[in-house]
């Protein structure tokens, strides 16, 4: 039996034209993806990403527009599952503080949570920021978008 693992992310770019990275360790791994994460059964793509920058983040979001979605096969890193990602441009719906560091990886102490966040400027974004192919494309069609808007 073969199973599909459905994911969905956004890309929440602030007024300094920095993208949000969220820097996680899950299972010994450590990886660099955008927040977001795992379609729960009965939710849909927006009531997922927003459950998840809520539970991620702390962060109320719009869904503004579909950036990209997985066109090629992909099997999950942790276990037999193909992964389809989704990856939206979001906003939030008011202001917003999230404790952003400006290391990789700089876990907050005394925390059980395995996750920081921080800001990358779009201009020196790379492919090497992130850890998956799936955020990899993303980030081809994030700049391919900005590049007409200029």
Known sequence: MYL???RVYGLLI????????SDEEH???YLTKFPGGGL???????DALKREFM????LEIEVKEHLYTTDFFEKSAFNESQIISVY???????????RTTD?????ERGSTSRQSFRWKSIDKLRNSDVTFLTEKR???ELKERMSVLV
């Open 103 to 107: 290391l990789p990886f700089d876990f």
């Open 27 to 29: 299972e010994g791994v």
């Open 138 to 140: 993303a980030i081809q």
């Open 88 to 98: 939206y441009l979001v906003k939030p719906t008011r202001y917003y503080e999230i």
């Open 40 to 46: 729960e059964y009965g939710e849909g793509l927006h």
């Open 55 to 58: 539970e991620e983040c702390g």
């Open 14 to 21: 602030n007024q300094n034209n920095e993208v949000l990275l």
């Open 4 to 6: 599909f693992n459905v």
